[in-house]
């Protein structure tokens, strides 16, 4: 299976997220060619800064694999992550992180920062993005215009 089938899969989270009134952001955890995890933000529905998507998908795949190391694994993100999920994302060892659209105002993998492939990190993870950038840029795009216009 290629990066835009594992990408359709995290955007169809990002459909749950935004049938909950959430950002409109998930994302899938690969491990070979199956999923193994999977979420999207629930940073209102929760009350927590650590609802997003990524945190998520990483919680679901650690019950199911019973570790919190992702060496041989991947995930397919709809918005590049933050500096928080980048951060989280070398911590756990992942080994490919991939995303759709890039967040120029908070993006940790490519955008403002670099932090997959600092260094100074013990670990370095490969990074790929805009895989469906558009259809994910959409979404989002949609999403705060709407906002917008109820403001």
């Not at 490519?110 to 997959?116: D, F, N, Q, V």
């Not at 895989?131 to 994910?136: F, I, P, Q, R, S």
């Amino acid at each position: 299976m290629d990066d835009a089938f594992y990408m359709r899969e995290a955007l169809a989270e990002a459909r749950l997220a935004l049938s909950c009134g959430e950002i409109p952001v998930g994302a899938v955890v690969a491990c070979g060619d199956r999923i193994i995890g999977r979420g999207h933000n629930t940073r209102s529905l929760g009350n927590s800064p650590l609802g997003h998507a990524e945190l998520n998908a990483l919680s679901d795949a650690a019950k199911k694999i019973n570790s919190w190391r992702f060496d041989d694994c991947h995930i397919y993100v709809t918005l590049e992550p933050c500096v928080m999920c980048s951060g989280a994302l070398v911590q756990c060892r992942v080994g490919r992180i991939v995303f759709g659209a890039e967040d120029p105002k908070a993006g940790g993998c490519a955008s403002l920062y670099e932090i997959p492939h600092d260094p100074r990190m013990s670990h370095r993870c490969e990074v790929t993005g805009g895989v469906l950038a558009a259809e994910c840029a959409e979404l989002l795009r949609k999403f705060f215009e709407a906002r917008r216009k109820t403001r």
